[in-house]
């Protein structure tokens, strides 16, 4: 019965707990459980949270025996990436430096889902200081599909977590992939907001305009229902932005009749595998089927290189409080990431960032003419993590083919939605991803939603 629980939808989930067919309690002990059993492999928590979690997950069915529900997160069990605040906890952002840093009051993002009543079950394991590896002294989460192989980065605990049953979602953050790269290493469906649709305060930054903070769950309907918590402006981060949020659960079941979707079919499949072209081809013809209207596009040139600098730079400053005084206590990939934005001319920092501009405006035009664009998850089939230290520490050769189609909409700050769309001959998950303009987060859950009635990928447990 308890893994029953765990398999649910955040979505299905809810409904029993707020029908009273099944207790919060039972519901966080079942997730407890499934940590206990299976986490000793898999390496996804920092912290198990469970005598807070009980203690929440009692009140909430208290407050719904009352007549009190807070909505679909109420006595859900939720994980934490751990470099969001949570008050008196160590959050550490994978980083030794951090180990005791305990922040006195919670991220907004965390008092939000607190207020929306759910159950915060864990902190989350990550890379460290959310970059592409894992700090030498923490464990590394093993990918519950293939334990050989990639869980993405950073937010590599927060994906394992949730395919493997010990939470109905987590919060992830994103710089150049890190809620969309682990979403599609481990079947799960994640959305990077619109840049400012969700409060950043309490965030320990990687680079601070391009981190973003969305959900990771097992469906399109189970993020909506995240972001819906989590999204709106905040005081505490004046780069949130003001725009109302909409209901985003309403657009579920609103189909995808009269959306544009536009791909480029020589940039989404060049060089790509074949299990990559056709789980795209096959994701286009679902939408086309559904009533969307497919065209092909012509899309902008991406200067990764030429704006890495800004990345770069921006990485070296939020580390300027501790590096280089401190320097021993990084790993040694992150000193080198650390070293290199040191070094950064700023010319061209001035040129990345004009880069940066260009695209964008490009990128909106296209967005004149369609609602979403549609292109691969990752930039080739999940890797295993012995070929990818095959490269050593030349970060630039090992991960630039991945984050071919993340990297850029950070860069834009539209929102994107990573969605499971097919499976190798050995079983390994293979994404698709849509983008859309500024704050089209309905209409990335709309397509999401259909695609997912339609199709049962997301719905593929790992064989733990």
Excluded at 21 to 34: D, I, W
Excluded at 432 to 460: K, N, S, V, W, Y
Aim: glycine share 10%.
């Amino acid at each position: 019965m308890s893994d029953d629980l765990t398999a649910l939808s955040l979505i299905d989930v809810s409904g029993k707990i707020r029908r009273r067919e099944v207790s919060a309690e039972a519901v966080t002990a079942a997730a407890l459980g499934r940590i206990e059993r299976y986490d000793e492999r898999l390496n996804s928590t920092l912290m198990v949270l469970a005598d807070s979690a009980l203690e929440a997950a009692r009140r909430a069915d208290r407050e719904i025996a009352a007549g009190l529900w807070r909505g679909p997160l109420h006595g859900v069990p939720i994980g934490i990436k751990d470099l969001l605040w949570m008050e008196g906890l160590p959050t550490t952002a994978g980083m030794e430096i951090m180990r005791d840093f305990r922040p006195g009051k919670d991220a907004t993002v965390v008092a939000r889902l607190r207020r929306a009543g759910a159950v915060l079950i864990a902190k989350l394991h990550m890379t460290e200081g959310a970059s592409l590896h894992h700090h030498p002294s923490f464990p590394r989460p093993v990918n519950p599909w293939s334990e050989p192989h990639w869980t993405g980065v950073s937010s590599s605990g927060s994906g394992v977590a949730v395919a493997a049953g010990f939470c109905y979602g987590a919060l992830g953050t994103d710089t150049g992939g890190s809620i969309r790269m682990p979403s599609a290493a481990n079947n799960l469906t994640g959305v990077k907001p619109t840049w400012g649709r969700v409060s950043r305060h309490g965030l320990m930054h990687l680079s601070e305009s391009l981190d973003h903070i969305g959900p990771m769950a097992r469906s399109a309907g189970d993020a909506a229902a995240i972001l819906a918590a989590i999204a709106g402006d905040d005081p505490q981060d004046p780069t949130s932005l003001p725009d109302p949020v909409p209901d985003y659960l309403s657009f579920v079941d609103a189909g995808v009749s009269g959306l544009t979707v536009g791909i480029d079919w020589g940039f989404a499949t060049a060089k790509m595998a074949d299990e990559i072209v056709a789980a795209v081809r096959g994701v286009a013809a679902t939408l086309a089927d559904l009533g969307a209207r497919v065209r092909e596009i012509s899309f902008p040139a991406v200067g990764a290189a030429e704006m890495m600098p800004l990345m770069l730079a921006e990485i070296a400053a939020a580390h300027g409080e501790h590096y280089p005084q401190k320097a021993d206590h990084y790993g040694p990939r992150l000193r080198a990431m650390l070293d290199a934005g040191r070094a950064v001319d700023p010319v061209s920092v001035a040129r990345a960032y004009q880069a940066r501009d260009r695209f964008r405006g490009r990128l909106d035009r296209i967005f004149q003419d369609v609602d979403l664009i549609l292109t691969p998850g990752l930039g080739q089939i999940v890797p295993t993590w012995e070929a990818l230290e095959a490269h050593g520490g030349d970060d630039v050769t090992a991960t630039r083919l991945l984050m071919r189609f993340t990297t850029p909409f950070n860069m834009a700050g539209v929102p994107t939605i990573s969605l499971p769309a097919g499976f190798t001959a050995d079983g390994l998950p293979v994404g698709a991803q849509l983008i859309g303009p500024r704050l089209a987060e309905p209409a990335l859950i709309r397509a999401g939603c259909a695609f997912q009635r339609a199709t049962d990928f997301h719905t593929r447990r790992p064989p733990l």
